[in-house]
């Protein structure tokens, strides 16, 4: 077991860098009342939330009141060995998968991020982006503040550490006072696990208890990789502290509106998870068949773009009564193409993912459905696909509303320039990616089907609402 313990890094950070931008990431932690096998644990948890991040991935641990830490590059199954070889023992551990935009990697960045400072030994995960994380590291720097990473991640051990505070909750209160935009936190502090949302609750958070031992994770998908079955979502602004007397809560001053993120349910969380209490199944089922009730086409068969829009073409098939058929096969081995930084290169690698099944669409009229349209690339290859395999007709379905908007809390939305939809209408789309037709659910309609009342989701991306403001100095 390769045990590092905190040491700053080597390099140094001039200020704010746009590379900070966009993170979703997973997070994990344990608190045990008694040393147990914490790195297999984490291993599993975050094996299972793989989705939320590919970069990087890392763990930390309590070593009797100090922080270790092992974190790599790459995908968690390469630390199979390290972590479920020789099992770190420990009572209470985090751990955080990385998903890291255009440049935005390195080893630097990836995280639990973990520092010796006069509050004493932490380590912190975090998932989601600050609005004013650009304002926050442009006073510190000010104030001279030394930068190991690009990521505002660390504003938070900043802010504890430099809070005049004492104590754990009012430390943790002040620090993260005047913090703004969306945070996820698990951090290690004092042998304590401590979970925390921020008060608009746009990343998703749950707790969950097995004998003596308290789980965090993003997703309860992570929670049943270990065979736990219930569990309670962390509500928006409160922090959960657990140590050896159990967890007890407090909570942060409520903010006026919750923001949860809807794209988690959309298109971000894994299908098998409960996110914001709902079944994210489920809910891409209902936009599926939410955007059949709008539909006056009566297609020969509906086929989904795998994996993301697999669910809601089923639940369109379901209520249309129209055929479902795997009319495209993926590739598993191929990478992220959505990531690439240049047009040609997106298009190979959705190219050597996404292939037409000639038999599902030869002489067919086919609706195809994805999530989401973002640049339109996908779109357009996915359409030259089918054509190519002989499909008469071809008719885009996107399970959520136009992408216009970029998204200042951690969801990767490019420039307003490079999202289609600001661009062309859906004729416009049509012709662009040469299908039929294509249409988009609207707003409201994705609202009304994941019952939300107007203000309960964060829906910036697709009507420009942002709950809070970009701050950058
Ligand atoms: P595009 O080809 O740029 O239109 O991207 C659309 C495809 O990217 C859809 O299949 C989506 O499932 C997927 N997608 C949407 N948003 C994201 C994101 N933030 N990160 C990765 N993939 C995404």
């Given at each position: 077991?390769?045990?590092?313990?905190?040491?700053?890094?080597?390099?140094?950070?001039?200020?704010?860098?746009?590379?900070?931008?966009?993170?979703?990431?997973?997070?994990?932690?344990?608190?045990?009342?008694?040393?147990?096998?914490?790195?297999?644990?984490?291993?599993?948890?975050?094996?299972?939330?793989?989705?939320?991040?590919?970069?990087?991935?890392?763990?930390?641990?309590?070593?009797?009141?100090?922080?270790?830490?092992?974190?790599?590059?790459?995908?968690?199954?390469?630390?199979?060995?390290?972590?479920?070889?020789?099992?770190?023992?420990?009572?209470?551990?985090i751990g955080h998968v990385r998903y890291a935009t255009h440049g935005g990697g390195g080893i630097?960045?990836?995280?639990?991020?973990?520092?010796?400072?006069?509050?004493?030994?932490?380590?912190?995960?975090?998932?989601?982006?600050?609005?004013?994380?650009?304002?926050?590291?442009?006073?510190?720097?000010?104030?001279?503040?030394?930068?190991?990473?690009?990521?505002?991640?660390?504003?938070?051990?900043?802010?504890?550490?430099?809070?005049?505070?004492?104590?754990?909750?009012?430390?943790?209160?002040?620090?993260?006072?005047?913090?703004?935009?969306?945070?996820?936190?698990?951090?290690?502090?004092?042998?304590?696990?401590?979970?925390?949302?921020?008060?608009?609750?746009?990343?998703?958070l749950h707790l969950a208890r097995r004998d003596d031992t308290w789980y965090v994770a993003s997703e309860t998908c992570a929670l049943r990789a270990l065979g736990i079955l219930s569990w309670r979502e962390i509500e928006p602004g409160e922090c959960v502290v657990i140590d050896d007397t159990g967890?007890?809560?407090?909570?942060?001053?409520?903010?006026?509106?919750?923001?949860?993120?809807?794209?988690?349910?959309?298109?971000f969380a894994r299908p098998d998870s409960y996110i914001f209490g709902r079944s994210v199944y489920g809910s891409r089922k209902a936009l599926g068949a939410a955007i059949a009730d709008?539909?006056?086409?009566?297609?020969?068969?509906?086929?989904?773009?795998?994996?993301?829009?697999?669910?809601?073409?089923?639940?369109?098939?379901?209520?249309?009564?129209?055929?479902?058929?795997?009319?495209?096969?993926?590739?598993?081995?191929?990478?992220?193409?959505?990531?690439?930084?240049?047009?040609?290169?997106?298009?190979?690698?959705?190219?050597?993912?996404?292939?037409?099944?000639?038999e599902v669409v030869n002489g067919k009229c086919v609706v195809i459905v994805d999530d989401s349209l973002v640049r339109g690339t996908t779109s357009g290859i996915i359409v030259r696909l089918l054509k190519e395999a002989g499909a008469k007709e071809v008719h885009l379905r996107l399970s959520s509303p136009e992408l216009k908007w970029p998204c200042y809390y951690g969801i990767d939305i490019p420039t307003r320039e490079e999202l289609i939809s600001n661009s062309l209408d859906e004729k416009g789309i049509a012709e662009h990616i040469g299908a039929d037709s294509v249409r988009f659910l609207p707003v409201a309609a994705t609202r009304a089907c994941l019952n939300a009342p107007n203000g309960e989701y964060c829906c910036a991306c697709f009507d420009g609402n942002h709950p809070c403001q970009l701050k950058d100095c």
């Amino acid at each position: 077991m390769l045990q590092t313990s905190v040491k700053p890094h080597s390099q140094p950070d001039p200020g704010y860098s746009d590379e900070a931008l966009g993170h979703y990431c997973g997070l994990a932690g344990i608190r045990s009342r008694h040393e147990a096998d914490v790195s297999r644990d984490l291993f599993y948890m975050l094996f299972a939330q793989q989705h939320r991040g590919q970069e990087a991935c890392g763990i930390a641990w309590d070593a009797a009141g100090r922080v270790m830490v092992d974190k790599r590059l790459g995908m968690v199954s390469g630390s199979a060995e390290r972590w479920l070889g020789s099992p770190v023992r420990s009572k209470a551990g985090i751990g955080h998968v990385r998903y890291a935009t255009h440049g935005g990697g390195g080893i630097a960045n990836a995280q639990p991020l973990a520092v010796s400072c006069i509050k004493g030994e932490l380590a912190l995960g975090h998932n989601g982006n600050l609005s004013n994380g650009g304002a926050i590291r442009s006073a510190l720097f000010q104030q001279g503040a030394i930068f190991q990473t690009t990521s505002d991640s660390e504003l938070f051990l900043h802010r504890i550490s430099r809070s005049p505070k004492q104590g754990l909750e009012e430390t943790l209160r002040d620090a993260l006072s005047g913090v703004e935009g969306a945070y996820s936190l698990a951090m290690l502090w004092d042998g304590a696990l401590i979970a925390a949302r921020d008060p608009m609750g746009f990343r998703p958070l749950h707790l969950a208890r097995r004998d003596d031992t308290w789980y965090v994770a993003s997703e309860t998908c992570a929670l049943r990789a270990l065979g736990i079955l219930s569990w309670r979502e962390i509500e928006p602004g409160e922090c959960v502290v657990i140590d050896d007397t159990g967890p007890r809560s407090f909570f942060l001053p409520p903010a006026q509106k919750k923001a949860r993120c809807i794209f988690e349910l959309i298109y971000f969380a894994r299908p098998d998870s409960y996110i914001f209490g709902r079944s994210v199944y489920g809910s891409r089922k209902a936009l599926g068949a939410a955007i059949a009730d709008l539909d006056e086409l009566k297609p020969d068969v509906v086929i989904p773009v795998p994996d993301s829009g697999t669910l809601a073409a089923m639940g369109y098939s379901e209520r249309s009564g129209v055929p479902f058929a795997m009319g495209l096969t993926r590739n598993h081995y191929a990478g992220r193409s959505f990531i690439l930084p240049n047009k040609g290169e997106r298009e190979l690698a959705v190219r050597m993912k996404l292939h037409a099944v000639e038999e599902v669409v030869n002489g067919k009229c086919v609706v195809i459905v994805d999530d989401s349209l973002v640049r339109g690339t996908t779109s357009g290859i996915i359409v030259r696909l089918l054509k190519e395999a002989g499909a008469k007709e071809v008719h885009l379905r996107l399970s959520s509303p136009e992408l216009k908007w970029p998204c200042y809390y951690g969801i990767d939305i490019p420039t307003r320039e490079e999202l289609i939809s600001n661009s062309l209408d859906e004729k416009g789309i049509a012709e662009h990616i040469g299908a039929d037709s294509v249409r988009f659910l609207p707003v409201a309609a994705t609202r009304a089907c994941l019952n939300a009342p107007n203000g309960e989701y964060c829906c910036a991306c697709f009507d420009g609402n942002h709950p809070c403001q970009l701050k950058d100095c």
